[in-house]
T-cell receptor
Framework: QQQVKQSPQSLIVQKGGISIINCAYE??????FPWYQQFPGKGPALLIA?????SEKKEGRFTISFNKSAKQFSLHIMDSQPGDSATYFC????????????FGTGTLLAVQP | NAGVTQTPKFQVLKTGQSMTLQCAQD?????MSWYRQDPGMGLRLIHY???????DQGEVPNGYNVSRSTTEDFPLRLLSAAPSQTSVYFC???????????FGQGTRLTVV
């Protein structure tokens, strides 16, 4: 049962372009939405995160856009660089005492020079 | 400051063998968790712990056991390995009210 749907599965972007990865969720109890970046052979690394009471959060070239009514959120990577080539995962944290994370299926991003 | 340390990095097991994946963190985090990562399926939660002596099941717990005798360590035990447990395993830790910000380097397990 996939509670967080992520698309696309893979993405090729030219250097300097904008990379956009989308996620949709079903459970309105989710209270925190992080994005992770993973390089081959490494563990995921927390990249940026947003709470549902905020519509946008920007950190450097990375921006999360959040649409609470549509239950969708997306990651935008501006001025994409070859060093951004990695797998990106969205996630949603359940509310309550345990705050378990549910991950999307991942997007493999390749930025061509 | 080591963060989250997982051992071993690679392991090959025969069907039916048992083994323990080790995970240790030095940040005094209350919450620790184990995930498995399979192609096209993202990361799925196996077991988690909110503190020493407290563990609970995640999304895919069958075939795995955990214990948490100290804050620092959270080992994952495979009781009788099966080919379906071939995967990459990640351990993570965080403060109880936070989100997974610290992952280990992973253990690539192959069961033949």
């Amino acid at each position: 049962q996939q509670q967080v749907k992520q698309s696309p599965q893979s993405l090729i972007v030219q250097k300097g372009g904008i990379s956009i990865i989308n996620c949709a969720y079903e459970n309105t109890a989710f209270d925190y939405f992080p994005w992770y970046q993973q390089f081959p052979g490494k563990g995921p690394a927390l990249l940026i995160a947003i709470r549902p009471d905020v519509s946008e959060k920007k950190e450097g070239r990375f921006t999360i856009s959040f649409n609470k009514s549509a239950k969708q959120f997306s990651l935008h990577i501006m001025d994409s660089q070859p060093g951004d080539s990695a797998t990106y995962f969205c996630a949603a944290r359940g509310g309550g005492a345990t705050n378990k994370l549910i991950f999307g299926t991942g997007t493999l991003l390749a930025v061509q020079p | 400051n080591a963060g989250v340390t997982q051992t071993p990095k690679f392991q090959v097991l025969k069907t039916g063998q048992s083994m323990t994946l080790q995970c240790a963190q030095d940040m005094n985090h209350e919450y620790m968790s184990w995930y498995r990562q399979d192609p096209g399926m993202g990361l799925r939660l196996i077991h988690y712990s909110v503190g020493a002596g407290i563990t609970d099941q995640g999304e895919v717990p069958n075939g795995y056991n955990v214990s948490r005798s100290t804050t620092e360590d959270f080992p994952l035990r495979l009781l009788s390995a099966a080919p379906s447990q071939t995967s990459v395993y990640f351990c993570a830790s965080r403060y109880r009210g936070g989100t997974e910000a610290f992952f280990g380097q992973g253990t690539r397990l192959t069961v033949v």
